[in-house]
């Protein structure tokens, strides 16, 4: 399949997540921690099912690769939370107006990770998506909050660890292996930002039964 359609796809789908994301977030008592981590694992099971289904598990040698890794659970992990609570806190279409920027923050990373050259046309796609969000701003008048700077600081990471997945996907034969570990290590690295958070959910959904 045409990677531009595969491009397409995957925005379309990624909108139509955050729409939902924003839905379950709107209840104040809902917790980004809580809510990354179980999105993360839910996600993982997911790919692992596929994995299993096509007997497509792969694991290769991952030596050398360190500060991927760690850039990839950090990022991930730190990148689901800011989204998360800028969901819970901003508007869903003022949040995935500056999402867009990952873009913008992918092909930054692509000159220094992957070693990509800045070419013509990439440096006019990165001013066009910064015009964009600035036109949208200027025209409906946003009122900044933390939710908007939460979203660009997710987007920065998640513009960061997109490059990084390309530099260690070049180790695998699997792509949904590798998707398997990129939702599993951050959701394990969330549980460590707020063991209390999940805590709190289980006891909660424990309470229910008695």
Request: glycine content about 4%.
């Amino acid at each position: 399949m045409n990677w531009i359609v595969l491009v397409f796809i995957s925005a379309l789908v990624g909108s139509l997540a955050r729409i939902l994301q924003k839905v379950l977030l709107k209840n104040k008592e809902s917790d980004p921690f809580a809510f990354g981590f179980v999105f993360q694992i839910i996600v993982a099971f997911l790919f692992l099912i596929y994995t299993v289904c096509t007997n497509s598990f792969n694991i290769p040698n991952l030596s050398g690769l360190s500060l991927n890794l760690i850039i990839m659970a950090l990022f991930y992990s730190l990148g689901n939370l800011f989204t998360f609570k800028a969901f819970k806190i901003a508007e869903a279409s003022e949040v995935s107006i500056i999402f867009a920027s990952s873009t913008v923050w992918s092909v930054i990373a692509a000159l220094f990770i992957l070693g990509e050259n800045l070419t013509i046309n990439k440096v006019i796609g990165v001013i066009l998506v910064v015009l964009s969000i600035v036109a949208i701003n200027w025209k409906t008048k946003w009122k900044i909050n933390k939710g908007h700077l939460f979203a660009l600081l997710g987007a920065l990471l998640f513009g960061i660890a997109f490059v990084n997945d390309a530099f260690i996907l070049n180790r695998f034969k699997s792509v949904s292996s590798y998707m398997m570990i990129a939702f599993t290590v951050p959701a394990i690295v969330t549980l460590f930002y707020s063991p209390k958070s999940i805590k709190k959910r289980d006891n909660e959904r424990n309470g229910m039964f008695f």
